[in-house]
């Protein structure tokens, strides 16, 4: 019987030792993030409005009238389309062009002893190709842009006691810059706020009876836009 009780307290002690020897069930691996990637190919749309001025030469010419600069602006918007490369880091190089249709214009108008008259000048599409350059935040890119722009300048002279009309429209290469910020909303789609600064400088432009002057224009455009990134 002795025996029999001294078993049962050596043995009695072994369960409770081996649950303290049982491994305790691991935590969960947190979960790893992966930083947005901005390579790639994208397309996309944009709207914004353009304000400017108009330069010319017309107080230079036989009708000598003195409108040589006058304000311009309208809705623009169009397609842009482009290629990022992001290096080791943050840093996002890449280049894109765009197309527009523009509806920016705007007009000056005098009254002389011959009548009153008036210069009305439009710009109906324009188009870009630029480098663009950056520094990545994770899903927030903000970044420099700048290149060539082309685009058309139509200047219309009228003397409205309809003695004298004509109109003539160029195309000018000239150069834009400006800056903006991107954010990658998933892995495809990113939004855009830009703002840029375009001078198409000046052409010669004749117009009604051999009336021969410069003419051109600048502006400010401020975008936004959406593109889809493949």
Aim: hydrophobic share 40%.
């Amino acid at each position: 019987m002795k025996r029999f009780v001294l078993a049962m307290l050596l043995l009695s002690p072994v369960p409770a030792f081996a649950a303290d020897l049982s491994p305790e069930p691991a935590e969960p691996a947190p979960a790893v993030v992966t930083p947005y990637n901005w390579t790639g190919f994208y397309v996309g749309a944009h709207i914004g409005y353009g304000w400017g001025r108009e330069h010319d030469t017309l107080r230079n010419t036989t009708l000598a009238e003195a409108m040589d600069r006058f304000d311009v602006n309208g809705v623009l918007g169009g397609i842009h389309g482009g290629y990022n490369q992001q290096f080791d880091g943050n840093f996002v190089v890449g280049l894109e062009a765009d197309a527009d249709l523009s509806g920016i214009q705007g007009n000056d108008h005098t009254a002389q002893a011959g009548g009153a008259s008036r210069l009305d000048m439009r710009n109906r599409w324009q188009s870009s190709i630029r480098a663009r350059v950056g520094y990545a935040f994770d899903r927030f890119l903000v970044y420099a842009t700048g290149g060539m722009a082309i685009g058309d300048i139509r200047e219309r002279w009228t003397i409205l006691n309809g003695t004298l009309a004509g109109s003539s429209t160029k195309t000018r290469v000239g150069w834009t810059a400006g800056a903006g910020v991107e954010y990658a909303f998933d892995d495809h789609w990113v939004g855009r706020a830009e703002v840029r600064y375009t001078d198409f400088g000046k052409s010669n432009f004749t117009v009604g009876s051999g009336v021969r002057f410069k003419a051109g224009f600048h502006e400010t455009v401020g975008l936004i836009g959406v593109s889809y990134k493949f």
